[in-house]
């Protein structure tokens, strides 16, 4: 499983999770969860506008983690409502949104992804 820019990374199992973590740490690369479930309608109408923004964004990794499918992942994070997207730099949660809310979502994205060398330190 390589490294694909602009789409949307399924993530299967425990293992795959922490690869792709641990892939993303150290760099300042933004990853955006997206933790979803099959049988969720907002899931479903969010979905195909979380794989249009990783089109559109390809320096930013984009995950979907069925919550079912990998449970032991939507524990640890405690995730009680689908979707819920978590955002990670080097391995950390920075932020979450909770919703089908495409524009909180992009927003969230935005704000994010840009490089930590643009943020004045003064």
């Known amino acids: 499983m390589a490294s694909e820019e602009g789409i949307v990374i399924g993530v299967h199992n425990p293992d795959q999770w922490k690869e792709q973590l641990e892939k993303h740490k150290g760099s300042q690369k933004l990853v955006v969860v997206d933790f979803t479930a099959s049988w969720c309608g907002p899931c479903r109408v969010i979905a195909p506008i979380l794989a249009d923004f990783a089109k559109k964004m390809p320096r930013v990794a984009f995950l979907k983690v069925d919550i079912d499918e990998v449970e032991s992942v939507a524990q640890e994070y405690s995730i009680e ?42």
């Open 81 to 122: 409502a689908m979707p819920t997207f978590l955002f990670f730099k080097n391995g950390e949660v920075i932020d979450k949104v909770v919703g089908a809310k495409k524009d909180d979502l992009h927003a969230c994205i935005v704000k994010h992804a840009a490089p930590a060398a643009t943020v004045s330190s003064a």
